[in-house]
Structure formats: structure tokens, C-alpha cells
């Protein structure tokens, strides 16, 4: 049960199923959860997004307007878990995106685990057109990874090449970003746990190049009509089978979901 008074306060979470138990986001067991598989060889890559019970990725045109207490418990448990966090350029600037935060725990855990105290964010972009000031450069205890293509790189990092990373991540087409070879940068840095946090147009392209292990999905218990965009939104299409490792809800009635690609381990 979530106390109102105290935004800090734990959520109380049920597994439901046969097996299921009740715990505390707070108590350790959240972990088990949302552990990367051991000894990755290559990048997996956890999708982590919220929709609304009709079906929208946002409420008033942010996704955090979707999210209670215990999505942000997952959100922020995911984001200890990764070594690398992957978020396309239109949700950075909606959604006002700052550096990730761990706390001394967090950051000690991380260190046990072999990862930098904290991960750093990698952005998905065509333009590299931010503000200077916007907080995910003044913000932020490591520069982010600016992940462009090979047109845009030089004004980029005339821009931005004193307060971020700027990376050419073009495949054969130097005028888009090829997530294959973002993917393949992150791997060869040894940036296996990837997490996306979208927006939807990351989360499609991701999706029609057959690049998504898991997606995790918070179903929020609140109807927003409209226009609203789907997790996924965009041109290409794809069929990938998904297969559910758990099914979480609490006491306001959110569901989180965690689905892992067809055929592949990861429970």
C-alpha cells in the first residue's frame, strides 16, 4: 500500500499466478525480477515503456503523466540494472530528461556487478538539435552519448563536443542512424545491458530490425482517448513472438509486464 504523504513510501507488489507472492519494492526481492541475463555475449536489449488501458503511450503528451509510484520503482530498478540507457532525442527533450541518479547503495551494487557507478544515457538522433542548456547536458555526472549519423556529426559536435560524446552510428546510409550499429558500438565497449525507454518511435524502429529481447510494459489503469501514440509507432512492421516471464500488480491497480523474445532465456 502506498502512503500518500510519504512520495519516497514503498509499493506493495503481488505476483500473480499459481506461485505468486506479495513484496515490498523496497525489500530486495525487485531485483530478481529484472536481472540481465548472465555472461551476455552480444547486447540484450530491455524495451522498458507505460501505456495507458486504451492503448496510449502518453497522458497530455508525456509518458510520465501515466506513472504511479510503483512504475517508478520498476523504472528506477531498471535503470540500476543497465549498462547503457537508450532514448531517442524527441522524448529527451518532452520528457526533460537530466543524467541517471543512483544512490550510494546503488552505486556500490552496480560496482559489484562490474558496471560503472552510473549509466550513462545514449541518445538516438538525426538533428542533434537540443538546447544547450537543456538538463541532460547540465545535468549529469557523465556526458551523454550522442548517437547520430554521418552528415550530422561535425555540426553536432561543433555544438556539442565539449558537453557530450558525439558517435557516428550510420550504417551504409550516412543520413539515418542504424541501430544494428549502435548496438554493435555498445557491444564492443562492453555495454551489453541495454535499456530503452522509447519513445515510441525508438521503440518501432528497434522493432521492425528485430533488435528487442524483452519489453517490459506498465499498464496504468487510466483511459486517455485521443491521439495518443502507440508504445510503437512507425513505418515498419514486424511480427516477433513474445513469450511472458511475470505478471506484477499492485494496490492502485497497474499491471507491469515482463515478455522475453520467443526461444530465448532471461527468467
Known sequence: MVNVSDPDAATQLTELGPLGSTFDTD??????????????????????MISSLDGGATDDGKAGGL???????????????????LVGASTVRIENY???????????????RGQTEVPPIAIVTHAADFEHDAR????????????TCRETVPEANARFGSTAEVVDA???H?????????????????????LSEGGPSLISLLTEHDLIDELCVTIAPILVGGTARRIASGSGEAHTRMRRCHLLTDDEGYLYTRYVRDGLGGE
Do not use: H, K
Open 27 to 48: 525489500d530486495g526481492r525487485l531485483a530478481a525480477f529484472y536481472s540481465y541475463p548472465q555472461n551476455l555475449e552480444r547486447c540484450w536489449v530491455r524495451a522498458n
Open 174 to 194: 550516412t543520413d539515418r542512424v542504424d541501430p544494428a550499429v549502435v548496438l554493435a558500438i555498445f557491444a564492443e565497449r562492453g555495454l551489453r545491458r541495454v
Open 136 to 147: 541532460i547536458f547540465t545535468r549529469t555526472e557523465i556526458p551523454p552519448m550522442i548517437m
Open 67 to 85: 506513472a504511479g509510484p510503483g512504475d517508478r520503482a520498476l523504472f528506477a530498478r531498471m535503470r540500476q540494472e543497465a549498462d547503457v540507457i
Open 170 to 172: 550510420s550504417g551504409s
Open 98 to 112: 537530466s543524467g541517471a541518479q543512483m544512490s550510494l547503495a546503488e552505486r556500490r551494487e552496480r560496482q559489484g
